[in-house]
């Protein structure tokens, strides 16, 4: 068990890079919630900082994500065709090249046409590409300004990447818009439109696509997107859309129908298995990929 910042802890179940690996959320009382429905949206809703559930730390490749299938949405470790998944060294990237994750209290929802993409929601809560100079943990819940906003076609889904910057990096004070990222930190940008575009390629598949040229929205339009996901898991929680196979069970959303007891959550959380040392990673996940960029 490992404290995170905010007030949230996490608590590992089974042995992490595993099938069964589960990492689970409490609050600051020590009560189990999900990191999906029970983290607010906002930070500081005057100033437009969100909170952001760490899924993946800068530099690493196991591509772990908040399992919107599963009763209080722990993280967990992606499968492909049986297979735990670990993203691509794509030269000269390695892993992951900021923090990634996601704004909790969000949802792309897969029946809402995009009106800017044209393309419907990928199903899951709004991803963020934390650009500070902190490697951040597993499960450690972080305030983010935002900065802008990218619009990544993933085969065939509307999939919006936010750029942001934790409020406690040192720099944070500088960076108020997406033009201050281009400033700062010279490449950082492209290196983030081409790792989306190429990131997939080892695995076989085409180079993702994107709207808007592959321009970078401003922090207005992201902020823009963020609200209409919020909207859309309001809907989601209440049961006013139906979100299919995504488990909304959560324990402080009074007025939602899926609302449920510490006793029915902590049972969730008994019938994982035990935590267990992690096993190794795969030697092939350090191969690195090189070629023509089209």
């Known amino acids: 068990e490992r404290g995170t910042m905010a007030g949230y802890s996490v608590e590992e179940r ?3 890079h595993s099938l069964e690996y589960r990492l689970f ?4 009382a020590g009560r189990y919630i999900s990191p999906f429905h029970d983290i607010p949206v906002y930070a500081d809703p005057g100033k437009n900082v969100f909170n952001m559930v760490v899924e993946v730390p800068r530099w690493t490749n196991a591509k772990m994500e908040i399992a919107t299938k599963d009763p209080l949405n722990p993280i967990k470790q992606d499968v492909k065709k049986g297979k735990l998944r670990y993203v691509a060294n794509v030269f000269p990237h390695k892993g992951y090249i900021w923090n990634y994750g996601a704004i909790p209290q969000t949802w792309e929802d897969p029946g809402h046409k995009d009106e800017n993409t044209g393309c419907c929601g990928d199903n899951d809560p709004i991803d963020v590409c ?14 983010v300004k935002v900065l802008g906003t990218l619009a990544l076609i993933d085969e065939g889904e509307t ?5 942001a910057i934790n409020v406690e990096d040192p720099e944070a004070d500088n960076y108020n818009d997406i033009n201050d990222v281009r400033r700062m930190k010279p490449g950082y940008l492209e290196a983030t439109v081409d790792w989306f575009r190429r990131y997939k390629v080892p695995d076989g598949k085409p180079e993702n696509q994107f709207a808007f040229n592959g321009e970078f929205k401003d922090k207005d339009f992201a902020v823009n997107v963020i609200k209409c996901t919020h909207e859309h898991w309001k809907a989601l929680i209440a049961k006013k859309t139906d979100g299919g196979e995504i488990n909304c069970t959560n324990l402080t959303v009074s007025d939602s129908p899926f609302c449920c007891s510490q006793e029915c959550a902590k049972a969730t959380v008994d019938a994982a298995p035990p935590c267990k040392a992690a096993n190794p990673i795969p030697p092939e996940v350090d191969k690195w990929f090189y070629y023509q960029k089209n």
């Open 159 to 163: 999939d919006w990447k936010i750029i």
């Open 25 to 28: 959320f409490k609050d600051a």
């Open 130 to 143: 934390e650009i500070g100079s902190k490697v951040c943990s597993r499960g450690e819940v972080i305030r």
């Open 14 to 16: 089974a042995a992490p």
